[in-house]
């Protein structure tokens, strides 16, 4: 089974989803893309990226069940 985890951009919808907002499914489509990974270690070694992009450039990881 492949590993997935969504991705939001854009720091309006960031701070949207950091304070329990739930996004529009407009937003959704335009500020959020799903990644696949075929590992868990893939999964986290781009997670560890993101999260340390963050700051440099606005987003968040909703991680997909």
Not at 33 to 57: L, N
């Amino acid at each position: 089974m492949k590993e997935k985890v969504n991705v939001i951009f854009g720091e309006e919808q960031v701070n949207k989803i950091h304070n329990g907002e739930t996004l529009t499914p407009d937003e959704r489509s335009l500020y959020m893309k799903t990644y696949s990974f075929d590992s868990i270690a893939e999964k986290g070694a781009f997670c560890h990226g993101i999260h340390e992009a963050v700051g440099w450039v606005e987003c968040c990881i909703e991680y997909a069940v």
